[in-house]
């Protein structure tokens, strides 16, 4: 993919439709362990209104991945991403330095995005994903035993600002 056009805009419906059609079996299965099945434009619409920022990776044009915050009040955010099989190596960079920015941002009290703690739900069976969460700067707090709709064990992977709980370092 050398010499692929890459650019991080914010997310748009379309954007959102075409990943979410797209997106890889294991983010497939992964929404479907934790939420049923789910029709994609409902999806697609879902994370186009999510609670917080949103943003949509695109690579010659295409877009490759949809990623962004929830925001359920004002101390966390639950981190999410999905991903077509076309994401090449120069989107996965500036998706981790994107993510890594965001990550310095959120746990900086003076940020006005502050939040004491990140969370990332990863399902256990999906190493590259928990090795993903842990490039990021995210540390495993535990397993959710059976959790999804089909028994599947989910894994909880958190940042936590240092000056609450567990010390959090993410790798800026």
Do not use: Y
């Not at 994370?47 to 915050?69: K, M, N």
């Not at 590259?128 to 959790?147: I, K, S």
Request: charged residues 25%.
């Amino acid at each position: 993919m050398a010499g692929a056009r890459v650019e991080l805009v914010d997310l748009g419906l379309d954007d959102a439709l075409h990943v979410v059609r797209g997106m890889r079996a294991q983010d497939r299965a992964g929404i479907e362990a934790l939420l049923g099945d789910i029709d994609d434009e409902v999806f697609a619409v879902n994370r186009w209104q999510t609670d917080g920022p949103a943003w949509c990776l695109r690579q010659d044009g295409e877009p490759v991945a949809i990623f962004g915050l929830q925001l359920p009040n004002d101390w966390t955010a639950t981190a999410w991403l999905l991903c077509t099989p076309a994401m090449g190596a120069l989107s996965w960079r500036k998706l981790i330095r994107h993510s890594r920015t965001v990550a310095a941002n959120l746990m900086d009290p003076a940020h006005q995005a502050f939040r004491h703690r990140v969370e990332a739900h990863v399902m256990a069976a999906w190493p590259e994903a928990a090795a993903f969460a842990e490039r990021l700067g995210f540390q495993l707090e535990g397993t959710r035993r059976a959790a999804g709709r089909q028994g599947e064990d989910v894994q909880l992977w958190a940042m936590v600002w240092p000056g609450k709980g567990l010390p959090c370092q993410p790798d800026t």
